[in-house]
């Protein structure tokens, strides 16, 4: 059964260095972020104690026709505007301890002459007219209203996060104040477990599982978010059509004092059936490890990954590698995985097997704090070195290198190690 959607927000993000491909696009990519991204200035504490919800769009629309009329790029001003649609789309009254409400916007920008605007960053123009959207989508504005006005929050862009369902606005809400400070980082509160599992690419990810309705024995578990080996976060939402998170799964905990779903009292079969469905990984309990009596905040250490593969394009200029991952196989320890590729682990001549079915190489970052250790010819011992003299070293193999043990975390390599070939 498909439960669960996923809104993600990055951690941090990782680029290649490509500066060259890219700098014919900076002015264009400059205005459409700007443009996407900025909001309403500020307006004064007695101006904006005296607002609406019409108002904060105005301002909304008029600071969009500043951020166009200023940009250096745009070769002709915007002369007219309308607001075509502006309609409360949802408002939560127990996120807060005031209510925070959603406002879907739609307008339109008039150019003096549209031939000469730059449609960039998913900008579109209907009948000469620039619309509202942008590469993240639609604007839905976010007012609160801990004083008697609404006061302007931020926006959320429904090309970004699902805002079609009282759970997907619950949700995209949901990571926008918890990135304002404004709401703790656990979607909630009580009984928490925390599953370590690795993906089929190798890294190692982790998923928080909840206890969402009922605290202790025979209150279900549910999986709230998860985070890549990269320390992406990927918040979970349950897919229903009418109702918030915690109804949806009140009504499962009755189902389950009832005896259906017991599955969901398990926290391990919650968490399996998450990898395995969800994600489409190839798991089994046993690639489960748990951290039981977890909380919240341990789910924020980025886990650590482990690969082993071979190294090319070690730049030490670039600080990056490409690693074409394997497996290295040994008869005492992986004998029912040797039999599973038709191979009898009494066979190998030394004692181990290298599985590399297919040369599909990723791209891994280095750092200054990365450290090296090889071996030397006719030795069997490592030995610490520096990434020039690593890369000196890979000179050495152009044709047949030794595999290396790759261990990241936080997006960037933390060690790589030579393996010992007999």
């Known amino acids: 059964m498909n439960e669960f959607s996923v809104a993600a927000r990055g951690r941090r993000r990782r680029f290649a260095s490509c500066a060259a491909a890219m700098l014919a696009m900076l002015a264009v990519l400059a205005l459409a972020v700007l443009t996407a991204c900025t909001g309403p200035a500020d307006a004064s504490e007695s101006e904006a104690r005296a607002m609406t ?28 505007s309308k607001i075509t649609l502006l309609e409360k789309a949802d408002t939560f009254d127990a996120l807060l301890a005031y209510p925070v409400e959603l406002w879907r916007l739609e307008y339109r920008l008039k150019p003096e002459d549209i031939s000469k605007f730059v449609l960039a960053g998913g900008a579109d123009e209907e009948d000469g ?43 995209a809400l949901r990571v926008f104040l918890e990135d304002a400070k404004l709401l703790p980082c656990e979607t909630f509160a009580g009984n928490h477990i925390l599953v370590k599992f ?47 998170a915690a109804e949806y799964y009140a009504a499962l905990q009755v189902q389950c004092d009832a005896g259906h779903n017991p599955g969901l009292l398990d926290p391990l079969d919650v968490a399996l059936t998450f990898v395995v469905e969800e994600l489409g990984q190839h ?72 599985h590399n079915p297919a040369s599909y190489p990723d791209w891994f970052e280095v750092s200054e704090q990365t450290r090296y250790e090889i071996i030397d010819p006719g030795e069997a011992e490592h030995r610490n070195i520096d990434a020039q003299k690593f890369a000196e070293h890979l000179a050495q193999f152009p044709e047949s290198p030794p595999p290396f043990h790759v261990v990241t975390k936080d997006g960037y390599v933390q060690s790589i190690v030579e393996q010992y070939v007999p």
């Open 53 to 80: 919800a019409e108002d904060w769009a105005n301002r909304f629309v008029e600071d969009k026709i500043k951020i166009y009329n200023e940009a250096e790029y745009i070769e002709t001003a915007i002369i007219d």
């Open 129 to 171: 007219w620039i619309t509202e959207a942008s590469s993240m989508g639609r604007p839905f504005l976010v007012l609160s209203y801990e004083d008697a006005a609404p006061q302007y929050l931020g926006c959320l862009w429904n090309g970004e996060s699902d805002l079609t369902t009282p759970a997907g606005r619950e949700t």
């Open 198 to 244: 690795p993906l089929s690419t190798g890294e190692t990810c982790q998923v928080l599982l909840s206890q969402p309705a009922v605290q202790g024995d025979g209150g279900l578990w549910c999986a709230e978010r998860w985070m890549d080996g990269n320390g992406y976060v990927y918040y979970i939402t349950p897919q229903t059509a009418d109702s918030r």
């Open 283 to 354: 798991a089994t309990l046993g690639d489960l490890t748990a951290e039981y009596d977890a909380r919240a905040e341990d789910f924020y250490e980025t886990p650590v990954s482990a690969y082993i593969g071979y190294i090319s394009n070690f730049k030490t200029d670039d600080m990056f590698f490409y690693l074409d991952k394997i497996e290295w196989l040994t008869d005492e320890r992986d004998a029912d995985r040797l039999r599973a590729l038709g191979i009898e682990p009494e066979s190998l001549p030394n004692g181990f097997y290298i």
